[in-house]
């Protein structure tokens, strides 16, 4: 089996699992949508997943290559033409169906390849020009999804979709530093009198955990911020954004209920939290 066949197996396994929620801080398709969407966003889920999985878990030395062999693909579904890859077959659907743009998915490419090159940021701008890479296309895609994607709404859910990354990178900081990378912007890390090898701890330092509390801070003004996306969707459009902002606002309360020791143990947010932060989301006016 090669390596692009068994990244896609083990994409195809988290699509199979209830609601996608499993690592997740939100539901990626939730039940609560119609199928025809539901389809959509897991075959979203699945190209997004599958260019991670590449960037993450092949090789080193294949990694370029594979993710070389999923912008050809792309090319062929914006062509006309049968992709290769099983995972492209069912993006094409989607693409096709709702008139999505291929900018959205090369800079996905764009942000993985950055990955490979890039291990450390200096400033928490450099992690936000990341950020318009790794996190806003997701949300533009699901825009386009929904039919909704208009300027002001992308421009909101580009601060939904940082905030989002930022809570991942504070929740995955041990994860991270083990694949030989630190999305800690490095001036914070020096202003808070921490080195690098603080982040192999079994328990984070209390320096460290300023750190984290700080990204988080900033994570939770950007959702803020975004958050009025939901009051300019509707439908159904607008119970699936709530729920990636309360799925936010629930990983937030996690990192805090747990000091922010994100070292010591998984800071992922409870479902009664997920459910409390969806229903006052759904609530605003």
């Not at 609560?32 to 260019?51: C, D, K, M, S």
């Not at 998915?105 to 890479?133: G, I, K, M």
């Not at 509390?213 to 300019?232: I, N, S």
Request: proline share 5%; hydrophobic share 40%; aromatic share 6%.
């Amino acid at each position: 089996m090669s390596v692009s066949e068994r990244l896609w197996n083990e994409t195809e396994e988290r699509r199979s699992r209830d609601e996608l929620q499993t690592g997740e801080n939100f539901p990626v398709a939730s039940r609560l949508l119609p199928a025809r969407h539901r389809a959509h966003l897991l075959n979203v889920y699945g190209y997004a997943r599958l260019v991670d999985d590449i960037g993450d878990e092949a090789p080193p030395g294949e990694r370029a290559g594979l993710l070389d062999a999923v912008e050809r693909d792309l090319d062929r579904v914006y062509a006309g033409a049968r992709p290769e890859l099983p995972a492209m077959r069912n993006l094409a659907r989607t693409i096709t169906g709702c008139g999505i743009p291929a900018e959205p998915f090369r800079r996905l490419l764009r942000a993985n390849r950055q990955d490979q090159e890039v291990s450390r940021y200096t400033t928490f701008d450099d992690l936000l020009d990341y950020c318009t890479l790794s996190a806003d296309p997701v949300g533009h895609i699901v825009l386009y999804v929904f039919g909704a994607a208009t300027p002001d709404r992308l421009r909101l859910s580009d601060k939904v979709c940082t905030a989002l990354q930022i809570i991942e990178h504070c929740q995955d900081v041990g994860e991270d530093r083990r694949n030989g990378r630190i999305y800690l912007p490095q001036d914070d890390l020096r202003r808070f009198g921490c080195a690098e090898s603080d982040l192999d701890a079994a328990v984070t330092p209390t320096r460290l955990r300023g750190v984290v509390a700080l990204q988080a801070r900033r994570a939770r003004e950007l959702l803020d911020e975004g958050a009025d996306l939901t009051v300019r969707l509707r439908g159904f459009a607008r119970v699936a954004v709530a729920g990636y902002v309360a799925g936010g606002l629930a990983a937030l309360a996690a990192l805090d209920k747990n000091a922010y020791d994100v070292l010591g143990g998984p800071s992922r947010p409870r479902k009664p939290r997920l459910l409390l932060e969806w229903s006052r989301t759904l609530g605003r006016r």
